[in-house]
């Protein structure tokens, strides 16, 4: 009997050490998990992690509920988060990776290059409805938002909105990748990215946060010397994680890692 008990146990520690540690989460985060793990599995080629994006919210909701193992999430946890986590007896760990300075994108043809937070706000709760009234031709803006479940959301909300609702009605996109691709394609669009997914397809404006006396673009060296106003931190979050999980975070917080971090476009925590 109590040989088949050590077995028992020895294979489920056997079991545990060896499963896939599942990531799961932010869009943002997305492209430097999936680059870190690349670089990751040059030192560890056994290494077993899974990746999925869906957006923050996803990812901590399936945090709690036990079906990943590490949330990767572009806003901080909310209170009532953090709340069912307590209620749930987990203990929750935060991990900050990475900064990221969020980009305000237009059609490459749009004329206008520069926006004050306060534009930005009438914009995107319908306010301001014609590239004409902030200084650009004729045309019909066309917002883009990410969904609710986004952390990217809720931070744009909270940092360029001031709180305030979106417009009724606005179009929104379940992954960045379907922000860059409608902007591109629609002249009258504008629409907000993590830094990592501005590419030749859409145009980066600058933004003022004080009333238009001073325009930042959003750079790396912009973000790093803080002049750029609408940077955040991005998040690991995870309550049990095996060693596997925890060398992966380890590698993403060493100088290999921060070095993949800048690589994508986004800031190193040091």
Do not use: C
Request: net charge positive; charged share 25%; no cysteine.
């Amino acid at each position: 009997m109590k040989k088949l008990v050590l077995t028992t146990l020895t294979y489920a520690l056997l079991t545990s050490s060896s499963f896939a540690q599942k990531i799961k989460g932010s869009d943002t985060v997305l492209p430097l998990t999936q680059k870190a793990l690349e670089a990751y599995k040059k030192e560890r080629p056994a290494a077993s992690l899974s990746i999925t994006g869906g957006g923050s919210g996803v990812g901590i909701s399936a945090l709690l509920n036990g079906t990943t193992d590490i949330a990767q999430s572009s806003r901080r946890i909310k209170f009532d988060e953090r709340q069912k986590f307590a209620e749930a007896g987990k203990q929750l760990k935060e991990v900050i990776i990475a900064y990221d300075a969020l980009s305000i994108v237009v059609h490459p043809e749009n004329k206008v290059t520069k926006l004050t937070r306060e534009q930005l706000e009438g914009i995107f709760t319908g306010k301001i409805k014609n590239w004409k009234e902030v200084g650009g031709e004729d045309l019909k803006i066309i917002p883009y938002s990410r969904e609710t479940s986004s952390g990217t959301y809720e931070f744009f909300k909270e940092s360029v909105l001031k709180n305030k609702n979106y417009m009724n009605g606005i179009l929104s996109m379940p992954a960045t990748g379907g922000i860059i691709q409608s902007v591109s394609q629609t002249k009258g669009a504008i629409s907000y990215v993590g830094f990592a997914y501005v590419n030749s397809k859409v145009k980066a404006v600058q933004v003022s946060y004080d009333k238009g006396k001073t325009y930042i673009a959003p750079t790396f060296e912009n973000a790093k010397n803080k002049s750029y106003p609408i940077v955040r931190p991005l998040f690991y979050y995870y309550t049990q994680i095996n060693a596997e999980g925890k060398s992966f975070i380890d590698f993403v917080l060493s100088p290999k890692g921060q070095k993949v971090v800048a690589d994508v476009g986004y800031l190193p925590i040091k």
